[in-house]
């Protein structure tokens, strides 16, 4: 599995790198049956120099699936975490429609209509 921490428009801080791959860390779980050089996880940290906010974004890229994850706000910390949590719920919705595929032969599952 390949991580990847980016700083824009902000210095690098060893800090905020540690525990941003900490929370990451919650991501990999999601992959351990897949061949590691085949999952790219990268989280990009910016900073807006005169609004005062941040932004966090996360991107995770297999060869099943494209996810995209961000957010925005006035505290960085904050937005690791919730961004990451974004990003568990979206893998795993994912994970979950693409077993739903397979199960039911590539159409996904019809919801009972009420009549």
């Given at each position: 599995m390949q991580t990847k921490?980016?700083?824009?428009?902000?210095?690098?801080?060893?800090?905020?790198?540690?525990y941003a791959r900490t929370k990451m860390e919650k991501l990999h779980k999601?992959?351990?049956k897949e061949n590691p050089g085949s999952?790219?996880?990268?989280?990009t940290l910016d900073s807006h120099r005169t609004?005062?906010?941040?932004?966090?974004?996360?991107?995770v890229k297999t060869a099943q699936y494209d996810l995209?994850?961000?957010k925005e706000g006035a505290d960085l910390y904050p937005m690791i975490d919730q961004t990451v949590h974004t990003m568990e719920k979206e893998i795993a919705r994912s994970k979950e429609k693409h077993v739903s595929q397979k199960k039911?032969?590539?159409v996904p599952p019809?919801?009972?209509?009420?009549e």
């Open positions: 921490i980016t700083f824009r428009g902000m210095d690098h801080s060893e800090a905020i790198e540690r999601f992959f351990k999952v790219f996880i990268t989280m609004k005062h906010y941040f932004m966090a974004e996360i991107k995209l994850a961000k039911h032969g590539g019809l919801k009972e209509e009420a």
